[in-house]
C-alpha cells in the first residue's frame, strides 16, 4: 500500500523558513511525479510545486507564480523523500500542504492545467502557519 508522510510544518514568522518532508512507501520513486499542494481555509486547494524524476534524473519542476524564488523542491531517491524548502514565508502562505504520489506526466502537465492532475496517492497533509 502506498503511503506518503507529510512533516516539517509548523508556525513561524514571516520571513523565516520551514522545510517540509514528504517520505514514500512502496512507490517507484525514481519514475513518477511528487507535488505539493496547499489549500487555506476557505480556498480551493492550489498547486505548489511538483518535480518529475526518470531514474536518477530530474525530468520536470514545476512552481507555482507565487512561491516562485522562495521555494524549492528537491527529492532523494535513496530515502524515498521529497522536500519543499520555504523560505521567505509570508502570511498568505498559511495552509495545510499535501503532497502527493503518481507518474511522472502529471509534473509535465501541470503547466497546462488550472486545476489539480488526477494524482493518486496523497498525505494527510501538515499545517504551515506563518504570523505577520
Known amino acids: 500500500e502506498v503511503q506518503l508522510v507529510e512533516s516539517g510544518g509548523g508556525l513561524v514568522q514571516a520571513g523565516e523558513s520551514l522545510r517540509l518532508s514528504c517520505a514514500v512507501s512502496?512507490?517507484?520513486?525514481?519514475?513518477?511525479?511528487i507535488g505539493w499542494f496547499r489549500q487555506a481555509p476557505g480556498k480551493e486547494r492550489e498547486v505548489v510545486s511538483c518535480?518529475?524524476?526518470?531514474?536518477?534524473?530530474?525530468?520536470?519542476?514545476y512552481y507555482s507564480d507565487s512561491v516562485k524564488g522562495r521555494f524549492t523542491i528537491s527529492s532523494d531517491i535513496a530515502k524515498n523523500t521529497a522536500y519543499l524548502q520555504m523560505n521567505s514565508l509570508k502570511p498568505e502562505d498559511t495552509a495545510i500542504y499535501y503532497c502527493?504520489?503518481?507518474?511522472?506526466?502529471?509534473?509535465?502537465?501541470?503547466?497546462?492545467?488550472?486545476?489539480?492532475?488526477?494524482?493518486?496517492?496523497w498525505g494527510q497533509g501538515t499545517q504551515v502557519t506563518v504570523s505577520s
Open positions: 518535480i518529475a524524476r526518470v531514474g536518477n534524473s530530474t525530468d520536470t519542476i
Open positions: 502527493a504520489a503518481g507518474g511522472r506526466a502529471l509534473c509535465r502537465l501541470q503547466p497546462l492545467l488550472t486545476t489539480t492532475p488526477p494524482y493518486p496517492y
Open positions: 512502496d512507490f517507484a520513486f525514481d519514475d513518477s511525479s
